[in-house]
C-alpha cells in the first residue's frame, strides 16, 4: 500500500478539490499520512492568484522532496497550469497534473508507476468541459462546501486566474443536488455554493434558479453563498432570496475600490454607485444581513483622492468585515507594467486606515446582537481551562461560543449575552447555554 501526504494552498474551491482527491485515492486504496512524514508520494495543490502564492507552492514542493529525496513529488492545479515550464523544470518535482485533470489523479498515479505515457496537464483555455468531482464527506463535521462552476471571463487586470482556470465552465443542477442530498443524509447542516466566479452560473438554469432547488432539499438547513459579483444582485434577485427558507443573510459582494476611475483601471465591470444600490437591495430584502467584502489598496496610479473615494464608500456601506489587500505585482498580468505604481510604505498607511474602519464597523456589527436571539450551528468543541465550549456561527457568520458539553451539530436559537474579551479572539460572542446539552 503505497502512503499519499497532500498539502493544499489557496482558495476554497482548491480546498474542496483537494477533498476529492483525497477521496478518490482513499477508494482507490492509498493511504493518507501526514505532510510532515515520509511518504510515497506527496501532493501539493497549488495557488497562483500572486506572485508570492507562487512562491509558496515551490517552498512546499522542496519541503516535501527534502522530507523524502525517493518519494514522487506531484505539483497539481494553478501554479502548474499557469507556469507549466518553470514547474517541469523545477528539479523538486516528478509529475504534474493541471486543473482539470485533477479528478483523474489517482489513475494518473498507476498509470505512473506503471510507467504508462500519460497526458496529464491539459490548455485549460480551449476546454469548456466542467470537471466532475462529488463528494460524500468533507474535513469539516457540519458544513460543506459545495464547488458549482469553474473558471472566469472577467480579466481583471491584476489577475492571473482566468489563464490558470480556463474559461467558465458550470456544473450541471442535477450533479450538485444529488452531492448536497447525499451530504445532507450524512448529517452536513450548511451549504457553501463556491466557485471561481460564481455569480456567472448558468447551466439548466441561473444560479438564483439553482440556489431556489438546493432550498427545498430535505435536510438542509443553511444555505451560504460565496464572493458574488455585485451586478448579480437586482431588486428581483435579493427580494427572491430573502423568500427561501434556509438562505443564510450573509453576503461577500467583492468591491476593490471604491473608486470608479481604480476600477475602470482594474477592468472590473461596475460603478460605485452599482455596488452601493446592490447593498441597498439586500438591506430592504432582509434584516440586519451581514455584508463583507475585499479591497485592494495602492493599485497602481490610485491617488490620494481616488483612494479617499474608497474610505468614502466603505464608511457609507459600513461593512461586517473587509478583507484588505496591499496591491502586490502578478507577473503577467496588465497591472504589474502600468506606470505610477505605488510606493509600499504608502500602500501600508492606506491599509491601516481601513483595518481601523473595518474594526469599528465589525464590532459595532457583532454587539448588535447582544440582548438579541440568534440561530447558531455549533460547530467545534474545544476547552479553556477545564471548561467545555462549543464553538460556531449565527445565520449571518458572527463567531459565537456556548459554555457547554455536548456534541457539534447542534442548531438552535440561543441568547447571545455578551462578548468573550481575550479569549480566543476579541471577535468571539458568548452564548447562553443550550437547553438541551
Known amino acids: 500500500m503505497r502512503t499519499v501526504a497532500y498539502h493544499n494552498l489557496g482558495c476554497k474551491v482548491n ?8 477521496q478518490a485515492l482513499r477508494q482507490k486504496g492509498f493511504k493518507i499520512v501526514p505532510f510532515e512524514e515520509k511518504a510515497d508520494i506527496y501532493i501539493v495543490n497549488t495557488c497562483t492568484v500572486t506572485n508570492i502564492a507562487d512562491r509558496k507552492s515551490r517552498q512546499m514542493l522542496h519541503k516535501a522532496k527534502k522530507t523524502n529525496p525517493e518519494g514522487i513529488v506531484v505539483a497539481v492545479g494553478c501554479y502548474v497550469q499557469s507556469d507549466m515550464d518553470a514547474v517541469s523544470a523545477d528539479p523538486a518535482v516528478d509529475l504534474l497534473v493541471g486543473n482539470n485533470r485533477k479528478k483523474d489523479l489517482a489513475q494518473i498515479l498507476e498509470n505512473y508507476f506503471d510507467g504508462v505515457e500519460q497526458e496529464s496537464v491539459i490548455d485549460i483555455n480551449n476546454t469548456l468541459e466542467y470537471e466532475e468531482m462529488k ?7 457540519t458544513r460543506a462546501y459545495i464547488k458549482i462552476q469553474d473558471g472566469c471571463n472577467q480579466f481583471c487586470t491584476y489577475c492571473m486566474i482566468p489563464y490558470a482556470r480556463g474559461r467558465v465552465r458550470s456544473r450541471k443542477k442535477a450533479d450538485i443536488l444529488e452531492e448536497i442530498r447525499g451530504l445532507a443524509a450524512a448529517g452536513y447542516r450548511e451549504f457553501v455554493l463556491t466557485g471561481i466566479h460564481v455569480s456567472s452560473y448558468e447551466n439548466e438554469g441561473s444560479l438564483l434558479e439553482l440556489i431556489c432547488a438546493i432550498d427545498e432539499l430535505e435536510g438542509v438547513e443553511r444555505i451560504r453563498l460565496s464572493s458574488l459579483e455585485p451586478r448579480v444582485v437586482t431588486r428581483e434577485f ?12 450573509h453576503f461577500h459582494l467583492s468591491l476593490q475600490s471604491g473608486s470608479a476611475g481604480v476600477l475602470k483601471r482594474m477592468n472590473r465591470h461596475y460603478t460605485p454607485d452599482e455596488y452601493i444600490s446592490g447593498v441597498e437591495y439586500l438591506r430592504r430584502a ?5 455584508i463583507t467584502t475585499d479591497v485592494i489598496v495602492g493599485f497602481p496610479g490610485e491617488t490620494d483622492e481616488e483612494f479617499e473615494e474608497t474610505v468614502q464608500l466603505v464608511k457609507t456601506v459600513n461593512f461586517y468585515e473587509m478583507h484588505i489587500f496591499k496591491y502586490s505585482k502578478r507577473k503577467g498580468t496588465k497591472a504589474a507594467v502600468m506606470p505610477n505604481q505605488v510606493p509600499e510604505p504608502l500602500k501600508a498607511k492606506r491599509s491601516a486606515i481601513l483595518q481601523g474602519i473595518e474594526a469599528e464597523a465589525s464590532k459595532k456589527f457583532r454587539e448588535y446582537y447582544i440582548g438579541r436571539t440568534a440561530e447558531t450551528l455549533l460547530e467545534e468543541r474545544i476547552e479553556r481551562e477545564g471548561t467545555p465550549y462549543l464553538i460556531g456561527h449565527t445565520r449571518e457568520y458572527v463567531r459565537v461560543a456556548a459554555a457547554a458539553g455536548g456534541d457539534c451539530g447542534l442548531l438552535e436559537n440561543m441568547l447571545v449575552t455578551g462578548r468573550i474579551a481575550g479569549f480566543l479572539d476579541d471577535e468571539l460572542m458568548l452564548l447562553e447555554e443550550p437547553a438541551n446539552l
Open 286 to 290: 432582509f434584516d440586519h444581513p451581514a
Open 238 to 249: 435579493a427580494e427572491r432570496l430573502s423568500g427561501l427558507k434556509h438562505i443564510c443573510p
Open 15 to 22: 480546498a474542496y478539490e483537494m477533498d476529492a482527491m483525497i
Open 135 to 141: 463528494l460524500t464527506s468533507t474535513a469539516e463535521h
